[in-house]
């Protein structure tokens, strides 16, 4: 039992719950795993004792946490207090040092001290989070894409932030669309082949340089002439790649395009910046700090010793060394081109949100945030201090999944993020705000738990382990409110009871699926689609995601005989189909009970339109639109289950016949236009607060 206790107090569950009416013990073995992952020996008897009073004899010297975090109208100092000895004197001040008379209720940042009655003194910070997030300003619509997808006929093999800029100047502008989601823009690990994965970064604080669009970068125009032809030979390379995506079908080459640009930046590095831009430079490499000096060494160092630190010499893995103080001196001119690098990038995401609220945007740019980086790359070799060794998030079985899931990401630390308080956390969701109008986060449910696997385990012998979702969420909110941006939660699949509904209470939007709105109260057997009506408000609604068949694909069942071919389905095909065609017209039915469907109009194109009329008449906040689903691509971006069978992430947008379509040629869809008429008649035919 002293083993249960002491887990217990470091949040390690001891059971979970595939289902409601099942509790699964988690095996010891692992249990003693993620402890010693959190830095506590529970392998013997003593040595969880000792544990426990290591605990105890802690938590009873402590004035203060080094951040405390409460909400608006919700919390107040007396929380603090209860924990205090008795006679402890509690002052909160402003960040430059201004006392305060009484505790604070606006939200922001502030400095929390004890004093106690033998003398001791504490320092924390104190933050008050926005009691709820007020959401998109009015009910709107927005597409969701894959920039790396969405490639334009100027772009260089794959979507660029130029694209991005486009996409939303055009969509903001002609359509009235209100946003445009896209994937995670974060750094990927370097190699041949990179990993495609947007959701496996080496960085999620800083982005990946490949969706730079280099002919935009101020110092291209002052090529000297020496350089021009070498600049057009690359030119003339980059319009080979593009055609043989559009034109001969082949897939997005991440890596080949990566080698363009690679060629056309080290041209441009010998532009000297003008005297702004130089100082411009300077302020942000100022402002970015250390974090941006561990990316770009550790950037350097992989070129020279390979994309995965647990491989180098062993004085370079630990990023606060000497030895890696001494490369970096030794390589400061490729640290200074990784720098500059990002600092490029940087510029053309915030031209990106411009453009997307100059287009009178009412939301933006919705940028992506993975679940976790890369355990071979940058953040994972800079913030070993904060992330759990030896450990992968994942997710437990469940009735869809009885082996359970791996992701081969290493999850936080509660416990070193608490004592940081929670200063590396702040700062990605600050970075990710950075030029954003809105916020995804990819399984939301991770600022509540996540599924632990230890090295060399299966995901069925994972457990639990928790985090404080009060200091993640308050945190969150306050990064949100200040840069005036919506959080959009990725919710889908198993959730701990009551998270949705604090999510909600929150102000961070849900994630809705068409597919998966059934009734589950248990009050219809048959689990019916749920009608508009009993949709949620506070949510982000749409007809599928990046992880599921497009519309089209599943009204004409394409999706299951693709599983099929490649292995994946669990019973016989036929099985599998009649139950997709059975659920397919359950869905066709209501539209048609509805009138959103006018009688005999069964084709394709016609079902798409009355899935969105649906859509938009819920209650949801915001109506997102697969922008493959607006010309009928058949194809999913990432076919779970699967990596080397599937080209996941490497496909262009495409039409019904899976000829690829130009930025362009979306612009100038019919069938698109059309669609996003619907979309925007049908909210007009409903009140923007309800």
Known sequence: MDRVRLAGLYGVDVTYRPTADTEVPVPEETIVAVLAA???????????????????????HRLLNPCTVLRAGHGTLDTVRARLPRGTRLTVATRTGEPLPAAPTAPGRYVLRATSADGRTATGDLVVAPERLPGPPERTFGFMAQLYSTLSSRSWGMGDLADLADLAAWSGRTLGAGFVQINPLHA?????????????????????????????????????????????????????????????????????????????????????????????????????????????????????HGPDWHNWPPGLRDPRSPQVARARSELMERVDFHSWLT????????????????????????????????????DAWSMQDVLAAGISVGAPPDAFNSRGQDWGLPPWRPDAL??????????LISRMLRHAG??????????????????????????????????????????????GAVVIG???????????????????????????????????PDRR?????????????????????????????????????????????????????????????????????PEGAADEEAVVKAVHRFLARTPARMIGVWLPDTVGDRRPQNLPGTSTEYPNWRLPVAGPDGRPLTLEQLAASPRLHALADEVRRALATRPTRL
Do not use: N
């Open 529 to 597: 689609p749920l009608p508009p009506s009993a949709w949620r408000e506070s949510c982000l609604a749409t007809a599928t995601t990046h992880d599921l068949p497009s519309t089209a694909a599943r009204l004409t069942g394409e999706h299951v005989g693709l599983r099929h071919r490649l292995g994946l389905l669990s019973r016989p095909l036929e099985a599998e189909q009649a139950e997709d065609a059975a659920e397919v017209a359950e869905w066709i039915a209501l539209l048609g009970r509805l009138g959103l469907l």
């Open 343 to 378: 600092w490029l990038t940087d510029g053309q995401l915030g031209a990106a949100q411009r453009a997307a609220r100059d287009a009178g945007m009412a939301v933006g740019v919705v940028h992506d945030l993975a679940v976790g980086v890369h355990p071979a790359g940058s």
């Open 188 to 304: 990927a690990v370097p190699g041949r082949p990179t990993d495609p994965s947007p959701y496996r970064p080496s960085s999620r604080r800083f982005p990946d340089p490949v969706y730079l669009r280099v002919e935009e970068i101020p110092e291209y125009a002052y090529l000297p002439a020496e350089s021009r032809e070498q600049a057009a030979d690359v030119l003339r390379e980059a319009a080979e790649l593009r055609d043989q995506v559009l034109l001969k079908d082949a897939l997005i080459d991440r890596d080949a395009v990566w080698a363009l640009k690679s060629r056309a930046l080290e041209l441009l590095r010998t532009v000297p910046l003008s005297p702004g831009r130089r100082a411009a430079y300077a302020d942000f490499l100022a402002e970015q700090g250390q974090a941006l000096d561990d990316h770009a060494t550790w950037s350097a160092l992989a070129e020279l």
């Open 438 to 483: 809105g916020l995804r986060m990819d399984h939301v449910m991770g600022l509540f738990r996540l599924w632990w696997v230890p090295q060399g385990r299966p995901p069925t012998e994972g457990t639990y382990v928790r985090y404080d979702a009060e200091a993640m969420l308050g945190l969150l909110a306050l990064e949100a409110y200040e840069a």
């Open 38 to 60: 959190l830095g506590v020996d529970a392998s013997t008897h003593c040595s969880v004792k000792d544990a426990l009073a290591a605990y105890e004899r802690r938590e009873s």
């Open 418 to 427: 608490a004592a940081t308080g929670y200063a590396p956390y702040r700062d």
């Open 490 to 524: 990725e919710d889908l699949g198993t959730v701990e009871p009551g998270v949705r509904e604090e999510l909600a209470d929150r102000g961070v939007l849900g994630t809705s699926v068409l597919w998966f709105e059934r009734d589950y109260s248990g009050a219809d």
